[in-house]
């Protein structure tokens, strides 16, 4: 089995994801075999990975951080990265994901009770992951703190208990309370827990470091625990795709720019990094347009993004009044694009006659596309490699969906997939709707759309971004903390 250390957080959006990622790229880059782990996520952004040993057409899904965890490690994704993964359909429910498969649904409640019986499939993928790895690097979720779950644990402590993992605890001291959230941490885990940590770090620190030498001083004195580091804050990290909403706040306005994007952030918004190739772009500025808030008259283009509860999101996309935003969106001949659950919302119908859903079964869509929606049990998951309909250019993405969609605009289709027509186009061309996420991932083709709006020089390789921003994080964290220290501690 290979060695392993994990990060856990003194609360979420801590910045776990992103060191976990630049701690692989390090071991990475030191000729390690290395692979990323979270034993349970949280997250509509999600990926779609193999399953080993299984020859069948298709994949599962993972969290798209344990995806880009895993080009940060230099390997393919696998489910094992990830073992479980809810999806939030409701303010209390959510879908759970089992080594990348549907597994049910379950409220919050009821989810707890559940864990118990997924420690086993967590404990199988450990295994599969380790066996041909150096170092497992595992991140967290939430916090270990919140000792009211500990019990049915899976995600933290009960994890590292059980794996025999150590762990490095991680700190944001951009939010303030850093020292009390650490000291607070040491103070209420039990013993057990306590011992599993075997040091702390610092995350996203702005200034002049010595200024927080009294600080560490003071964690020590509380703690016992040695520090590893204090990590700026990552400028490179914004150039990473993000996995939870949370950070969408911080998105929601952009640079002015040659070219709008306008998105509006639905309340279960789903795969929402499918814009990230667009942002890249130096003449598009992408804007996330937040409940309450009016679509801007001035963007060129809408993007309904991707949604995990269709027919509740489409409500309140109504109740926002953004419809009329974007039938004037429309009227003033601006362009829409609609990624899986928008597709879907472009259309006059969306059914969802055995309520999978929720309890509302049929509402009238945008009505932009002449194209209907019945959602059906069978979820499509795979990786697909297509080709652009209006461009002729290669497309690479993936699909992550329930429902079937039909209608004289398919008829326009949008990209051919694996032989077959996807998505609509309306007849003047300017809406667009396809079931492929991932479609600005594609530099050709998003830069010949880029062109078509008036927008020229775009394409950048997005991809060599990415892993730019990769070695950038890297050669920062090595900068700043003693990662040989680190790996040192994996057992």
């Given at each position: 089995m290979a060695r392993a250390i994990m990060l856990q957080g003194t609360g979420s959006d801590?910045?776990?994801t992103v060191l976990v990622a630049g701690l692989c790229r390090v071991a990475k880059k030191r000729g390690l075999k290395v692979r990323p782990f979270k034993p349970q996520n949280m997250s509509n952004n999600a990926a779609v990975a193999d399953i080993p040993g299984d020859n069948?057409?298709?994949g599962g899904e993972i969290g798209r951080a344990q995806w880009l965890q895993a080009i940060a490690c230099g390997v393919a994704p696998s489910v094992h990265m990830n073992p479980v993964l809810l999806k939030p359909q409701t303010d209390v429910g959510a879908q759970i994901i089992v080594q990348g498969k549907v597994f049910g649904e379950a409220r919050a409640r009821d989810y707890q009770a559940l864990k118990g019986r997924l420690m086993d499939a967590v404990l199988d993928s450990w295994a599969k992951v380790g066996e041909d790895a150096d170092l497992v690097i595992v991140e967290g979720a939430g916090s270990p703190a919140e000792i009211n779950l500990r019990s049915r644990d899976i995600a933290n402590m009960g994890f590292a208990t059980r794996a025999n993992v150590p762990v490095v605890l991680v700190g944001d001291?951009?939010?303030g309370g850093v020292i009390a959230s650490v000291a607070g941490t040491h103070l209420i885990l039990p013993e057990e827990d306590r011992?599993?940590?075997?040091?702390?770090?610092?995350?996203k620190f702005r200034g002049d470091v010595s200024l927080f030498d009294d600080g560490l001083k003071a964690i020590e004195k509380f703690t016992g625990w040695r520090c590893f580091g204090v990590v700026p804050w990552l400028k490179a990290a914004a150039r990473l795709p993000s996995e939870d909403s949370v950070v969408l706040e911080r998105l929601a306005s952009g640079e002015a720019r040659a070219l709008k994007v306008a998105v509006p952030m639905l309340g279960r918004i789903a795969n929402f990094d499918d814009l990230d190739p667009l942002k890249a772009e130096p003449q598009v500025e992408v804007v996330f347009v937040p409940p309450g808030t009016p679509l801007p008259a001035d963007a060129g283009l809408v993007v309904i993004p991707g949604s995990k509860s269709t027919i509740g999101d489409l409500l309140k996309f109504r109740e926002n009044s953004w419809d009329r935003d974007l039938l004037a969106h429309r009227r003033r001949g601006g362009h829409i694009v609609g990624i899986c659950g928008g597709f879907q919302m472009l259309g006059r119908l969306v059914r969802d006659p055995d309520g999978i859903e929720g309890s509302v079964t049929e509402t009238e869509g945008l009505g932009l596309l002449d194209v209907e929606t019945v959602m059906e049990p069978e979820k499509?998951?795979?990786n697909v490699s297509a080709r652009s309909v209006p461009f002729d250019l290669p497309l690479e993405g993936y699909e992550i969906h329930l429902g079937r969609t039909t209608g004289p605009d398919t008829m326009r289709p949008s990209a051919i997939i694996n032989g077959a027509e996807d998505g609509a186009i309306s007849a003047d061309g300017k809406v667009i709707g396809t079931y492929m996420h991932g479609l600005f991932g594609a530099d050709g083709f998003r830069g010949k759309f880029l062109e078509s709006l008036g927008i020229s020089g775009g394409?950048?390789?997005?991809?060599?971004?990415?892993?730019?921003?990769l070695d950038e994080v890297?050669?920062?964290?090595e900068g700043h903390l003693d990662c040989d220290a680190i790996f040192a501690m994996a057992r």
């Amino acid at each position: 089995m290979a060695r392993a250390i994990m990060l856990q957080g003194t609360g979420s959006d801590v910045g776990k994801t992103v060191l976990v990622a630049g701690l692989c790229r390090v071991a990475k880059k030191r000729g390690l075999k290395v692979r990323p782990f979270k034993p349970q996520n949280m997250s509509n952004n999600a990926a779609v990975a193999d399953i080993p040993g299984d020859n069948r057409r298709g994949g599962g899904e993972i969290g798209r951080a344990q995806w880009l965890q895993a080009i940060a490690c230099g390997v393919a994704p696998s489910v094992h990265m990830n073992p479980v993964l809810l999806k939030p359909q409701t303010d209390v429910g959510a879908q759970i994901i089992v080594q990348g498969k549907v597994f049910g649904e379950a409220r919050a409640r009821d989810y707890q009770a559940l864990k118990g019986r997924l420690m086993d499939a967590v404990l199988d993928s450990w295994a599969k992951v380790g066996e041909d790895a150096d170092l497992v690097i595992v991140e967290g979720a939430g916090s270990p703190a919140e000792i009211n779950l500990r019990s049915r644990d899976i995600a933290n402590m009960g994890f590292a208990t059980r794996a025999n993992v150590p762990v490095v605890l991680v700190g944001d001291i951009d939010r303030g309370g850093v020292i009390a959230s650490v000291a607070g941490t040491h103070l209420i885990l039990p013993e057990e827990d306590r011992r599993m940590i075997v040091g702390y770090l610092i995350n996203k620190f702005r200034g002049d470091v010595s200024l927080f030498d009294d600080g560490l001083k003071a964690i020590e004195k509380f703690t016992g625990w040695r520090c590893f580091g204090v990590v700026p804050w990552l400028k490179a990290a914004a150039r990473l795709p993000s996995e939870d909403s949370v950070v969408l706040e911080r998105l929601a306005s952009g640079e002015a720019r040659a070219l709008k994007v306008a998105v509006p952030m639905l309340g279960r918004i789903a795969n929402f990094d499918d814009l990230d190739p667009l942002k890249a772009e130096p003449q598009v500025e992408v804007v996330f347009v937040p409940p309450g808030t009016p679509l801007p008259a001035d963007a060129g283009l809408v993007v309904i993004p991707g949604s995990k509860s269709t027919i509740g999101d489409l409500l309140k996309f109504r109740e926002n009044s953004w419809d009329r935003d974007l039938l004037a969106h429309r009227r003033r001949g601006g362009h829409i694009v609609g990624i899986c659950g928008g597709f879907q919302m472009l259309g006059r119908l969306v059914r969802d006659p055995d309520g999978i859903e929720g309890s509302v079964t049929e509402t009238e869509g945008l009505g932009l596309l002449d194209v209907e929606t019945v959602m059906e049990p069978e979820k499509t998951v795979r990786n697909v490699s297509a080709r652009s309909v209006p461009f002729d250019l290669p497309l690479e993405g993936y699909e992550i969906h329930l429902g079937r969609t039909t209608g004289p605009d398919t008829m326009r289709p949008s990209a051919i997939i694996n032989g077959a027509e996807d998505g609509a186009i309306s007849a003047d061309g300017k809406v667009i709707g396809t079931y492929m996420h991932g479609l600005f991932g594609a530099d050709g083709f998003r830069g010949k759309f880029l062109e078509s709006l008036g927008i020229s020089g775009g394409g950048i390789d997005y991809r060599a971004e990415v892993e730019r921003a990769l070695d950038e994080v890297a050669a920062e964290l090595e900068g700043h903390l003693d990662c040989d220290a680190i790996f040192a501690m994996a057992r």
